[in-house]
């Protein structure tokens, strides 16, 4: 099992970033491809981004590419996401997710089925 644990989130007002943590505990090894994913109010979870073990390979949503950015920290088992130029419609809780499996195609993660690991979420306003 894998535990993740988000924080970073708050509120802030249109234009500002903000930065995301994200610790995995338990069987880290677990934890081989990364992501995050949103869910604002009255709308499905949706698909962020995610990044690889390695931290090489990452994958954004078309919303917040060139304004999000995923990471791995000198422990693999920390990932972030900076956020920048935020906007209203960016407010959201910010879901941590992991899997197991090798990295795959863009296609896959935009789905929630492809994490088997599920942190609390965060919550991120963006006021205008």
């Known amino acids: 099992q894998v535990q993740l644990v988000e924080s970073g989130g708050g509120l802030v007002q249109a234009g500002a970033s903000l930065r995301l943590s994200c610790a995995a505990s338990?069987?880290?090894?677990?934890?081989?491809?990364m992501g995050w994913y949103r869910q604002a109010p009255g709308k499905e979870r949706e698909f962020v981004a995610a990044?690889?073990?390695?931290?090489?390979?990452?994958y954004y949503a078309d919303s917040v590419t060139g304004r999000f950015t995923i990471s791995r920290g000198n422990v693999k088992s920390t990932v972030y996401l900076q956020m920048n130029s935020l906007k209203p419609e960016d407010t959201a809780v910010y879901y941590c997710?992991?899997?197991?499996?090798?990295?795959?195609?863009?296609?896959?993660?935009?789905?929630?089925?492809?994490?088997?690991?599920w942190g609390k979420g965060t919550l991120v306003t963006v006021s205008s």
């Open positions: 997710a992991a899997d197991s499996a090798g990295w795959g195609q863009r296609s896959r993660y935009t789905s929630t089925s492809s994490m088997s690991y």
């Open positions: 338990g069987r880290t090894i677990s934890a081989n491809v």
């Open positions: 990044i690889s073990w390695s931290g090489v390979d990452t």
